[in-house]
């Protein structure tokens, strides 16, 4: 078979499997079409499918087939990544500061000090750390992996519970949207490279003043050439950041947070994130599935995975409760909170694949990391929707304070 063949024969597996077995199957309840095709992802990797079948797995995923894949997987989530960016609302964010900031700051400090102390924990045993990792970025870079809220999964979980327009919908969208500036903040500290941090500061200086001449492009262009453009953003952003050190989804969410959603309409920025999702990221969890590994066998990853799941749905829920006692919220607002804020998702496989890219964590944490982002968004919706229903009973949810 020739290359482009196969090439069709993998893609195939990859968008009919998973397909199948959430239809088939019915798991939208537990596991949404996203979870399984990463969990697909993972099962298609070298660690299961290929410890089974090595010589087939060899076969369809063979080095030729791997790079083009990557490089679909690589477009895919850089206008993810853009499209979080455009989403972000800091206007809204900063009319409740306080309460935001309160909030935000506690759901992310407090799951960020959980992971840091078992990513403390892993470092004491061999193969954990990648190779160019200082001890504070394997660290910092493992607590924050704890702590991501993947805002895009959340809105659709909130979606698919029928409260995404509530008060305290719009509520917990602020506070993720304050995590999610924290989030790539903090990566791009662990991020920085002495070595380059001439091109790195460069790279900002550049970025700040072409924002300036790009935004007042986009208020004078028409609907049609502001997406064309906006690609062109995207684009150079990725590639001077990449350039930078800083990695290339670092400029795709610098390039979408500084464009205006209202300079799109909202309905086509919806369908092109529901398009992106239904055509690129399936090819990207694949790709993410194959740098799994499990060297250091199925236990201690299983083992690890655990335990940042602990640190990750733990930490958030304490922060939670803590900001309902500061902030005095109504019985049940924070559970309820607590659970949607520490769903992973996609931008904690993002962020885990950065940290690999850069060798600050191995493939074994890495596959540990993706087991958690699994584990903490499919509990979600099964633990939040009787509590839910429990707080609409009592007519907490329309009378919350916005």
Not at 26 to 48: E, K
Not at 82 to 95: F, H, I, N, P, R
Not at 200 to 215: E, I, N, P
Not at 314 to 341: F, N, Q, R, T, Y
């Amino acid at each position: 078979m020739s290359t482009t063949e196969i090439f069709l024969l993998a893609m195939l597996i990859i968008f009919v499997v998973p397909y199948a077995i959430w239809r088939l199957g019915r798991t939208d309840y537990v596991a949404p079409l996203v979870i399984v095709q990463i969990i697909m992802g993972v099962v298609l990797g070298p660690g299961v499918l290929g410890a089974a079948f090595p010589e087939y797995h060899k076969f369809v995923f063979n080095p030729d087939v791997v790079k083009t894949l990557n490089g679909i997987a690589q477009w895919g989530v850089m206008l993810f990544v853009m499209l979080a960016g455009v989403e972000l609302d800091l206007k809204k964010v900063w009319t409740y500061r306080r309460e935001s900031a309160t909030t935000a700051g506690l759901a992310l400090g407090t799951p960020l000090l959980f992971g840091c102390a078992a990513a403390a924990l892993l470092m004491s045993y061999p193969g954990w750390m990648g190779a160019r990792a200082a001890p504070w970025q394997f660290t910092l870079g493992t607590g924050m992996a704890c702590a991501v809220t993947a805002l895009p999964i959340l809105v659709l979980l909130m979606e698919k519970l029928d409260f995404l327009r509530q008060p305290m919908g719009q509520r917990i969208l602020r506070y993720a949207s304050l995590d999610d500036v924290a989030i790539w903040g903090v990566l791009a500290i662990i991020m920085l490279d002495f070595e380059r941090i001439g091109r790195q500061l460069g790279f900002l200086v550049a970025f700040t003043v072409l924002t300036f001449v790009f935004r007042r492009l986009m208020a004078r262009l028409g609907q049609t050439d502001r997406w064309y453009v906006a690609m062109i953003w995207l684009i150079a952003c990725a590639f001077g950041a990449d350039w930078a050190g800083l990695h290339f989804m670092v400029g795709a969410f610098l390039a979408g947070v500084v464009m205006d959603a209202d300079w799109f309409e909202q309905e086509h920025l919806d369908a092109l994130f529901r398009n992106v999702l239904l055509t690129l990221m399936p090819v990207f969890f694949l790709s993410t599935g194959l740098r799994t590994k499990w060297d250091l066998g199925g236990h201690a990853v299983f083992f690890a995975g655990g335990l940042l799941l602990f640190a990750s749905v733990g930490g958030k829920l304490a922060g939670a409760h803590i900001a309902g006692k500061v902030l005095k919220w109504k019985d049940g607002e924070a559970s309820i909170i607590g659970w949607l804020l520490q769903t992973k998702g996609l931008i904690e496989i993002i962020f885990a694949n950065i940290l690999l890219d850069k060798q600050i964590i191995t493939s074994e944490t890495f596959t540990a990391l993706l087991l958690m982002a699994v584990g903490s968004t499919m509990l979600t919706v099964p633990v939040v929707h009787p509590k839910l229903h429990r707080v609409r009973h009592r007519g907490l949810v329309n009378q919350a304070s916005s």
